[in-house]
């Protein structure tokens, strides 16, 4: 009988460990996008073509660990937080790495020559996001310094939002090229929306946080 009460109740650990791995398996996706920005003007077409492979084989990984925790959810009987929350968090996770490698494959399917200063800027800002997604993430376990890392995703997607507004200005002020203005707002618009999938994954943190003090 024991042994059938703990294959419906395993350890609590466990979903915490899958998710903050999940998070880190993000957070290392967008550091990988990071670099791949930053270098992508002095690669080559193989080279960055490469580059998509890295971020597509740590897609992989994270839609292990989705499948991981998707199973434990379905075969168990009581978890630690609300089930419907732990869902949504990893679907959510899920989203921050399928629109890290959205906006890598546009780089090459609209041919851009040349990453624009202010896009690096973006996406700096979308990597500390990242980053303070995974240390949230790891503290739901002992969530007494969680609030810290909560509010520096919410005061980074104020700042991602006023880089990304003064970009879009620029652009339509200096670009005369009607495609190329198509091009970049859209690859402007998918790390604007990067970042508020960090905060909807801060939202989701906190509310577990407050509905389990």
């Known amino acids: 009988m024991k042994r059938v009460i703990n294959f419906f109740m395993p350890k609590e650990d466990v979903f915490f460990d899958l998710l903050t791995n999940q998070a880190k398996v993000v957070c290392k996706a967008g550091t990988v996008f990071g670099k791949f920005l930053r270098d992508y003007d002095d690669l080559s077409l193989a080279q960055k073509k490469k ?61 851009i020559k040349e990453i624009p200063r202010d896009l690096l800027s973006l996406s700096a800002v979308s990597l500390n996001s990242l980053q303070e997604v995974h ?18 995703i919410h005061d980074l997607e104020d700042e991602g939002d006023k880089i ?32 508020d999938k960090t905060q909807d994954v801060a939202r989701i943190v906190e509310g577990i946080v407050v509905k389990h003090a």
């Open 135 to 152: 240390r949230a993430v790891s503290c739901l376990k002992k969530p007494d310094s969680i609030s810290v890392h909560l509010r520096k």
């Open 51 to 111: 580059r998509l492979k890295e971020i597509v084989k740590i897609e992989h990984e994270g839609d292990k660990l989705i499948r991981e925790t998707i199973r434990l959810l379905n075969k168990s009987f009581i978890t630690p937080i609300d089930r419907e929350d732990i869902h949504r968090l990893t679907e959510l996770l899920d989203d921050l790495i399928d629109s890290i490698d959205d906006i890598s494959q546009k780089l090459l399917q609209y041919e």
């Open 164 to 195: 990304y507004y003064d970009a879009i200005t620029a652009l339509f002020k200096k670009e005369k090229n009607a495609l190329e203005i198509i091009k970049r707002k859209d690859l402007y618009e998918g790390i604007e929306d990067l970042l």
